[in-house]
């Protein structure tokens, strides 16, 4: 029997739908299960906290595929389908609520979750953290409640997540108080002088932005939050928290049954785990990097990149994931596009306009560009993603010059035969 | 209700009824479509939902938006005078029978 045992996939997520479409364009024939905790059908998270919060949009809106798609591909998807451990032995997983399921092989793409603040009154009602469907729907209904009662929406941490947050509640007219703990916004993935636009602009919107900022309780009345408090002793009066200090790669269950973790699930270019019989895919996953240094990623790009990897190497074929990060995230009218990774940068150079702000920074190191974060600056940031991906580089001079055209250099490595 | 016929990288056609006002791209992928991966979900900024118009369409399309001709030069495939995103296009009653190929890749 054991032959005929699907490939299983954990998580109906983005990467979960990947490896599932992946593996029958790779000419996978056999039966393909995709399981998925939640009760909705695949569907988009980026939006969650950006435009779909904001405008309270439909559940079709945030459709990823749609039910025809799965049909037509022959995955079979079961929802509400909590598993509750692995067995690698018998090669089976184990659902909350039905028999176990025998796999022939298995892909864990079982997301993130939201880290939750470690202080006194962190469970009280009005206290929100952003995951799924259900999450979004309860921070926007939230936010309106402060808009109508004209209460404050507190937003504690200052990254992608908090700041999109931020950006919707002053769309829907709540006053917003951001706290970050740290001196600047966004400052584990962008360089002061971009966390310097985002102070700017959240503040041109109204928003109150405290940095250093250590909560060390949430007050509450009646069960219900009414306040956040600092470790200055200051109080910040809240109809609703919304919490976004960072995710935790979901490992559990990897981890339980004896795969190899180190803040996620190791795996290497090609999504393979320490399991040959099982890859890993997404926002749960460690990659090691040819240095032999983990490298977390949380964002769509990856989700699908090591989710084609992943399928691949079901079918024993190699398709390791190499292309350049990107990342993009909407506040206001500012669309930030990311590409590359910034750490061990040793100089920033800009172009364009600050104030607006419509930039770009351009991060080095030993005069080699490495990253680029571009605030509504298309062109700079889709010449760059061609540059980082074929290893080329401007001078820091080159890239700080308005005048000099990034896109002669593609050319030139073209006309070089490179 | 607009038709949107699709031909995709094998060559296989697939015509899809489209609400008016939906994009070619939020058609695609509901229907499962193959050749097109839309990992932004149609923000306009991964371009990945790259397609050809089929002639005579071209011309009765409204124009790419300066951010979609941005984008369009970052294009996986072989980028062509028709090439346009499919999550900037829009069906309407007007474009019953527009027709779109989609690329054999899209990052």
């Keep these: 029997m054991q032959s005929q045992a699907p490939i299983v996939i954990l998580g109906a997520g983005q990467a979960g739908v990947q490896i599932a479409e992946s593996l029958r364009q790779e000419g996978f024939a056999g039966r393909l299960l995709l399981l998925g905790e939640e009760p909705h059908a695949p569907y988009q998270r980026p939006p969650l906290s950006k435009r779909w919060l904001a405008e309270a949009g439909s559940l079709s809106a945030l459709s990823l595929r749609g039910p025809d798609a799965l049909v037509r591909r022959q995955i079979e998807l079961r929802l509400e389908t909590r598993i509750t451990a692995i067995d690698r032995v018998r090669r089976e997983v184990h659902p909350s609520n039905a028999a176990p399921l025998s796999y022939a092989k298995l892909a864990i793409a079982t997301g993130a979750l939201p880290r939750t603040l470690a202080v006194p009154g962190a469970s009280l009602n009005g206290v929100l953290a952003l995951r799924g469907i259900a999450d979004s729907l309860a921070i926007g209904a939230a936010i309106r409640r402060c808009a109508a009662e004209q209460q404050p929406v507190v937003v504690v941490g200052g990254g992608f997540i908090g700041l999109e947050v931020a950006a919707s509640a002053r769309k829907l007219n709540a006053a917003v108080t951001v706290l970050e703990g740290m001196p600047r916004l966004m400052s584990r993935v962008t360089a002061p002088i971009v966390s310097e636009a985002f102070t700017r602009l959240h503040r041109s919107h109204g928003v109150q932005l405290l940095f250093g900022a250590q909560v060390t309780e949430i007050v509450g009345r009646e069960g219900r939050v009414v306040a956040v408090r600092t470790a200055d002793g200051q109080e910040y009066p809240a109809g609703c928290v919304v919490v976004g200090i960072g995710v935790l790669p979901d490992d559990v269950l990897a981890r339980a049954a004896g795969l190899a973790c180190e803040r996620g699930i190791i795996v290497d270019d090609c999504s393979r785990t320490s399991d040959p019989l099982i890859v890993a895919a997404g926002d749960c996953t460690a990659r090691r990097m040819p240095d032999g240094e983990l490298l977390r990623l949380e964002s769509v790009q990856n989700a699908v990149e090591q989710g084609k990897a992943g399928a691949a190497a079901l079918m024993d074929r190699e398709r390791p994931f190499r292309s350049t990060p990107w990342f993009w995230s909407d506040q206001y009218d500012v669309k930030l596009q990311m590409v590359g990774l910034s750490p061990g940068y040793d100089q920033v150079v800009t172009r364009g306009d600050l104030s607006k702000p419509a930039f770009s920074a351009f991060y080095f190191a030993a005069g080699r560009l490495l990253a680029v974060d571009s605030l509504s600056r298309i062109a700079d940031h889709m010449q760059s993603k061609r540059l980082l991906d074929r290893g080329l580089s401007p001078t820091p001079e080159q890239a700080a010059d308005p005048l000099f055209d990034l896109q002669s250099l593609l050319k030139e490595a073209t006309a070089d035969g490179a | ?107």
Aim: charged share 25%.
């Design chain 2, 1 to 107: 209700m607009p038709r949107v016929r699709y031909l995709e990288p094998s060559g296989r056609e697939v015509t899809l009824e489209l609400e008016s006002g939906q994009s070619l791209m939020r058609g695609a992928v509901d229907a499962g479509v193959d050749g097109i991966e839309a990992q932004c979900g149609g923000h306009c900024i991964c371009a990945t939902c790259h397609c050809y118009v089929q002639a005579p369409w071209l011309d009765k399309l409204p124009a790419p938006s300066d951010d979609e001709k941005l984008m369009l030069s970052n294009v996986a495939a072989k980028r062509l005078p028709e090439s346009r995103l499919s999550c900037q296009l829009i069906a309407t009653n007007a474009l019953d029978g527009l027709t779109v190929r989609f690329p054999d890749r899209q990052s």
